[in-house]
């Protein structure tokens, strides 16, 4: 696999890291639709650190969400529940990015939190993996 491949792969994930301590910060400062909107992206740029590994890459977020499912969902490499959390966490961003009243909860930004931090975790095994496969 091409160097910059791998290169970009833990540049997202260190983007990915970063949107995570960021939704933990603005939740603990009770800024939960800040922290809702960061776990969504640490899910998404951590997805697209998967997908680059695949030669995939696109700017809009539905294709890089149906990409990972179709080759990494669909195919047991991710287990299925975990589509579950990358759909909550895409609906509930774009309520709290693009409607007016929609009021996010204290319990509403834990669950994404916790979401964010357990497919940013399965990711990071992912990626530990495929890179241990490559230096054999």
């Known amino acids: 696999m091409p160097h910059d491949m791998w290169t970009l792969c833990k540049y997202r994930m260190e983007r990915a ?6 939704a933990e910060n603005n939740h603990q400062s009770g800024f939960y639709k800040a922290a809702i909107n960061r776990s969504y992206y640490a899910i998404f740029h951590s997805i697209r ?14 294709s890089v969400i149906a990409h990972f499912n179709q080759f990494f969902v669909h195919t047991g490499t ?9 759909d909550g966490a895409y609906r509930i961003r774009e309520k709290c990015d693009y409607s007016d009243f929609f009021i996010a909860s204290k319990e509403d930004s834990a669950i994404q939190l916790a979401h964010a931090e357990t497919f940013f975790n399965a990711v ?4 530990s993996r495929k890179e241990a496969e490559q230096e054999i």
């Open 78 to 86: 991710f287990d299925r529940k975990i589509y579950k959390l990358i």
């Open 49 to 62: 650190a998967v997908n680059i590994l695949d030669g995939f890459d696109s700017s809009k977020h539905s």
């Open 124 to 127: 990071k095994e992912y990626i």
């Open 17 to 22: 890291k970063e949107d995570l301590h960021a």
